[in-house]
């Protein structure tokens, strides 16, 4: 394809591997241009440390989009608040994190980037720092003025969603709804068509509980909430199937004619879909006014400045963006 548009890159927790991926990913052209935003000294100390030849140009809207040549990157400036440490964590640079996701937003919405791709940040030390942080996936809908935002991990052909997210176990019952489910399934449902071009998708629905319920026995959710709640879709349309044990949904058997799986909680599905692709899925954020994927991996940080990093899910999450943003133009 011919390059018309910017991605923006965000690296992440500056003392994870998120540096150290965008730095590989720069030995290659890509197919938009990169626009990484961070801090430009941390990046060419960073290569030094993996040994790999680097260029820092500072971005210019003014210029055409076109993509750099191999070794390469067009760098947005965000200053660091103290000196890192690669796999060291330090608090104070917390806003430094926040900051670059938030001009990346901000560059979404005013035009200057077609997507954004965001490197593993480190939850712990944002909130070590005093600064209220969930996750990514609330902050940039927080940050966009989306209502709602649906958390979804694609690896290859099996993508599933999340009906809640980074919530303690004991928390998630409560926070199952018919109005979240219904939102939540339109918000899927709608963004399967419009950025993956699924014309009639078709989802299967995991209960909450073993079995399902079990018709009751082992919990009421199903019966009480769920199964209402997707009565109510399917009479508006939507192809959904469920609720299914989540124990049995994950097989191909369920799996061969759909096109996503909705999760009730963050480590029903996602456990099965890192073990079918870790590496190499992508996290992509939907119901937001703009496009957003993500790496499926954490900071690493005993990885970080070592080179031993791999870079699949970056190239994976990088792709995806550029193939989302070229069906939008």
Same mark, same amino acid.
């Given at each position: 394809m011919?390059?018309?548009?910017r991605?923006?890159?965000?690296?992440g927790? +500056?003392?994870?591997?998120?540096?150290?991926?965008v730095?590989m990913?720069?030995?290659?052209?890509?197919?938009?241009?990169?626009? $990484?935003?961070?801090?430009p000294?941390l990046l060419?100390?960073?290569?030094?440390?993996?040994?790999?030849?680097?260029?820092?140009?500072?971005f210019?809207?003014?210029l055409?989009p076109?993509?750099?040549?191999p070794? =390469?990157?067009?760098?947005?400036? /965000?200053?660091?608040?103290?000196?890192?440490?690669?796999? %060291?964590?330090?608090?104070?640079?917390?806003?430094?994190?926040?900051s670059?996701?938030?001009q990346a937003v901000d560059? /979404?919405?005013?035009?200057?980037?077609?997507? #954004?791709?965001? !490197?593993?940040? *480190?939850?712990?030390?944002?909130?070590?720092?005093?600064i209220p942080?969930?996750?990514?996936?609330?902050?940039?809908?927080?940050?966009?003025?989306?209502?709602? +935002? $649906?958390?979804? @991990?694609?690896?290859?052909?099996?993508?599933?969603?999340?009906?809640?997210? %980074? @919530?303690?176990?004991?928390?998630?019952?409560?926070?199952?709804?018919?109005?979240?489910?219904?939102?939540?399934?339109?918000? @899927?449902?709608?963004?399967?068509?419009?950025?993956?071009?699924?014309?009639?998708?078709?989802i299967?629905? /995991?209960?909450?509980? +073993? %079995?399902?319920?079990?018709? !009751?026995?082992?919990?009421r959710?199903?019966?009480?909430?769920?199964?209402?709640?997707?009565d109510?879709?399917?009479?508006?349309g @939507?192809?959904?199937e469920g609720?299914?044990?989540?124990?049995?949904?994950?097989? +191909?058997?369920?799996?061969?004619?759909a096109d996503?799986?909705?999760? #009730?909680?963050?480590?029903?599905?996602?456990?099965?879909?890192? *073990?079918?692709?870790?590496?190499?899925?992508?996290n992509?954020?939907? !119901?937001?006014?703009?496009?957003?994927?993500? =790496?499926?991996?954490?900071?690493?940080?005993?990885?970080?400045?070592?080179?031993r990093a791999?870079?699949?899910?970056?190239?994976?999450?990088?792709?995806?963006a550029?193939a989302?943003?070229?069906?939008?133009?």
């Open positions: 011919t390059a018309t548009f991605i923006a890159i965000t690296p927790e +500056p003392a994870g591997i998120g540096p150290d991926l730095i990913a720069a030995q290659t052209a890509g197919e938009a241009q990169r626009v $990484v935003i961070s801090d000294e060419t100390s960073r290569a030094r440390m993996l040994g790999l030849d680097l260029s820092i140009r500072e210019d809207p003014g055409p076109l993509p750099d040549p070794g =390469v990157l067009s760098v947005l400036p /965000c200053p660091l608040r103290a000196p890192v440490r690669a796999g %060291h964590l330090e608090p104070t640079n917390a806003r430094h994190v926040l670059m996701l938030e560059g /979404c919405l005013d035009g200057r980037f077609a997507a #954004m791709v965001t !490197g593993p940040v *480190h939850k712990g030390v944002i909130n070590d720092a005093g942080f969930t996750g990514h996936t609330e902050f940039l809908a927080a940050r966009s003025g989306a209502e709602l +935002p $649906v958390m979804l @991990l694609a690896a290859g052909d099996l993508r599933v969603a999340l009906a809640t997210t %980074h @919530l303690p176990l004991r928390a998630v019952s409560d926070a199952i709804t018919g109005p979240l489910l219904e939102q939540t399934l339109r918000i @899927l449902d709608a963004d399967l068509r419009r950025r993956f071009g699924i014309q009639a998708p078709r299967l629905v /995991c209960g909450l509980n +073993p %079995h399902a319920g079990e018709g !009751g026995h082992l919990g959710e199903e019966i009480e909430i769920i199964t209402p709640a997707l109510r879709l399917r009479a508006q @939507l192809r959904l609720p299914l044990p989540a124990d049995t949904l994950f097989t +191909p058997r369920h799996l061969e004619h996503a799986v909705l999760a #009730m909680y963050h480590d029903q599905g996602l456990p099965v879909l890192k *073990h079918a692709g870790f590496g190499r899925a992508v992509i954020t939907l !119901g937001l006014p703009l496009i957003r994927t993500s =790496v499926d991996h954490g900071t690493a940080l005993d990885l970080a400045g070592t080179g791999e870079a699949g899910s970056l190239a994976q999450a990088e792709a995806l550029v989302l943003a070229a069906a939008q133009h």
